[in-house]
């Protein structure tokens, strides 16, 4: 069973930055693809970033470069570092993990096997 876990959240002013860790208990995570999803009241479930498990990076449109995701193997960590924070990116985040299969896509929430409680971010201006 896996289980994820994260941490580093919190209020942070516009423009700033902060470090979003996701700690990841099971076994194979190597055989993981990671990721990162956002959501904000009244919205919908956003792609953040994402890592495959031979290290491939994907990022949501918005991040213009702002957001870099890394993996740890043997700390069964995800990180991803979001710099130049603005008020919009304010949410509940959440680290995701997908067994890899093959094919699908690191964007689509649906094919997640696994998600954490969430960890909240707010920018204030």
């Known amino acids: 069973q896996v289980q994820l876990v994260e941490s580093g959240g919190g209020v942070v002013e516009a423009g700033g930055s902060l470090t979003l860790s996701c700690a990841f208990s099971g076994v194979d995570f190597n055989s993981y693809n990671m990721g990162w999803f956002r959501q904000a009241p009244g919205l919908e479930r956003e792609f953040v970033a994402g890592i495959e498990w031979h290290s491939q990076r994907y990022y949501g449109n918005f991040v213009n470069d702002r957001f870099t995701i890394d993996r740890d193997n043997a700390k069964k960590t995800v990180t991803t570092q979001m710099n130049n924070l603005k008020e919009e990116d304010s949410a509940v985040y959440y680290c995701?993990?997908?067994?890899?299969?093959?094919?699908?896509?690191?964007?689509?929430?649906?094919?997640?096997?696994?998600w954490g409680q969430g960890t909240q971010v707010t920018v204030s201006t």
């Open positions: 995701a993990a997908k067994e890899w299969r093959g094919g699908g896509s690191p964007r689509a929430s649906d094919e997640y096997d696994y």
